[in-house]
């Protein structure tokens, strides 16, 4: 028995070995292409200087759903599409104004609202301002010296966490869930450290949720710069008042959106689907640059990376760029709707939204069987760096077909410099490097190849 | 035999699976301690905006002795001085001015002098352009073609290779040795495109160096995007003139400059040497702040956190920055040359000369014995992502101790955006992420006390 267990292993190594050169050399090809010809650089330069800001519902989103379906068009895939989708509808309103007062003393801070958030009238909301490190503090303090004040989570990114989302991960709690739990103690507003360790003066906005449970109090976000300042009043006088103004509010009626679709259909199985996508809504503070118009080129040059080097995909292979991830996922979960109503079978979905810098890797989500044969293929990428294969996250817009979908991954990019820009004013092209968004783009061709190839 | 082997084996497995442990756990230390208490960014910022572009030689460069210096000063090193070596005088003079010309139509270009070019004189040079792509094209049009004309020097780097050094490598032979190559046929100056994959319109200077054989002609560097203008001029006119003009000169006399150091004495071996190191000088075109003002910062920064941490070296560590790495490399000779005039003991030197970008690695030079060694320790790297162990090059200072110290390194960070800022204009601290930077410093801190505590 043991035997033939050798037997079968050596006469399947040539074989092995033979594919291996081969995909070796395709992936080769694969970089070599988007690093020499790619126009996702081009085409981002496009959508962030002459769309910008584009979040779902606004006019805006509307003109980013009209330019990549025609960049798309203009490379022919075998068919693009819109596929439509209701969205929510919050708009900001007029440049929002904040300052804090201690002694008669006003001192103007730089904040966003955040998004989702109510306003707080014309006249702006003012109170006195207590500040919380974290929920144990808030808890702490409860309802006896909560109740009327604006509570200030000033909770710092934690710098010895290597990967930044890490970090994110624990701050975001206070952006998203902290406006409810300190309305549930009776405060009137909620002003939150922005998710950056950078340490500058660009307000980050960001999703937040209401519980229903509670009054819906206006939040906003303070730029990191004058979170530092607002905690040295409140140190030097806890009387310290707070002051902010913003217009925002969610308008009663959803939107008609899309999702914009571009496929090349399978030669062998046209009906088994991969999906490689980003998001094309972006918070309308910056430009949408990393977040995440990075993840809708690069999903764009996938599939011209295909044509170009005249790949037939033995399954369909789709670019989706995904509407409204930031502020309700609509898109995101129209599309899964719609997969399982058509009853396609999806092998593979991966997601860019983590930012077009150099990509290090992938994160993988499923089967272990599946991943543990994905695992194999690293070798073939540690040529470009790319050398964490690891289990963990996907996408927020894939992730609606979890369960669904056999395996899905999240491209994972060097995460050190990504919430500088994060859902601020500085998320603009200038910060994102050519060669690094092409390197991403080529990383999820690149591993494509080897599922469309060889399946699980 | 076997069995007293095997014996051996698992007498010392807890011995090392303790030792790996207790390194896992110092690594992690110096890695915190970097990400949250370094002051390297802050020192790069106070170097590249206080003193700014500092070539050797220089009023510049002077006062970044005389600052960094302070900076070791009250980091309180058990000793910090400077060690003098004499250094060339080039300076550049009025900033450069050129345009071609087609048809009497004047187009301006923008250059700047390359290091160590004669200038044009006041005048200006002004000559027929012939574009070349290659030292075989230009072989082969020979006296006959190039006499008394400009040769401009159109080639582009390889953006198929990932490690974007490999690619200067290839082109910088046309900046460093491209004019005499062509004064050869009796051309009277060479121009060559901007080192850079960017497409931009920053001028990128660097050393050149004349060999005596042939007459000394001015030469420049224009920028990617006016290399394409002019190439497109000459497309369109052969007979397209290019002028130009520089009042760079070589002053005949050298300057007393230094390289400024600072130590950490070993407890057991203090004649035995450690060096960390980077180059302080810079051209003046930018700020220095990858090239090289992070280098020094960050060599810094490792016996900072020695000290920080309350690490008490074995060996004598020692941070240097390096003087005129960029035009003459005397420091690092002056350097290497005490070393072996006092008969120090160099056990390991490493530099960071290849930008404040997120590290990846480490490049080795020297006995396979030690690195093999070394390879070993790489899975104490991956948690940081500093996956790339390789024998390769070390350093440009630090390489006049080849055959003298034991074994050298060089930091290889992320390559992708190096060339966009070297040498040029945007080598500015705004291209400079503090955590990358940190991140670097720390990676080779954490190196370093790998190897004082085990040697080779």
Known sequence: MRYIKWLICFLFIPVVVHAQQSDSIMIRKIFDQ????????????????????????????????????????????????????????????????????????????????????????????????????????????????????????????????????????????????????AARYGAVATVVRSMTSAYDDYPHTGSMGYNDSFPKIPCCAVSTMDAAVLSSMIKFNPETKFYFRQLCEMKPDSVLSYNVIGELRGSENPNRFITVGGHLDSWETGKGAHDDGAGCVQSIEVLRIYKALGIKPKNTIRAVMFMNEENGSKGGAKYADEA??????????????????????FSFTGDSVSINRIMQWKPLFEPYHIHEFFRGWDGADIGHMKGYCKVMSGLSPDSQRYFN????????????????LELGAAAMASLIYLIDQYGF
Request: net charge neutral; aromatic share 10%.
């Open 421 to 436: 820009y994060h859902h601020a004013a500085s998320d603009v092209i200038e910060n994102v490097n050519k060669r690094e």
């Open 34 to 181: 988007a690093l020499t010809s790619s126009q996702c650089y081009q085409t981002l330069t496009e959508l962030t200087t002459k769309v910008g800001g584009r979040l779902a519902g606004s006019p805006q989103a509307a003109q980013a759903v009209d330019m990549m379906k025609k960049v798309m068009d203009e490379n022919s895939f075998d068919s693009v599409w819109l596929q439509p989708c209701y969205v929510p509808h919050w708009v900001r309103g007029e440049k929002e104004t904040a300052y804090a007062t201690s002694d008669g003393k006003k001192t103007e801070l730089t904040i966003c609202a955040l998004g989702n958030s109510t306003g707080t009238g014309k006249k702006g909301l003012e109170a006195p301002v207590i500040e919380v490190k974290n929920y144990k503090e808030l808890d702490s303090l409860g309802e006896k010296n909560l109740k009327g004040k604006i509570v200030f989570y000033n909770y710092a990114f934690d710098e010895r966490y290597i990967n930044q989302f890490t970090a994110y991960g624990e701050a975001v709690e206070y952006r998203w869930a902290g406006p409810s739990r």
């Open 340 to 361: 399982k109503r058509k009853k396609e079978d999806h092998l593979f979905a991966i997601e860019s939204d983590a930012g077009g810098f150099s990509p290090l890797g």
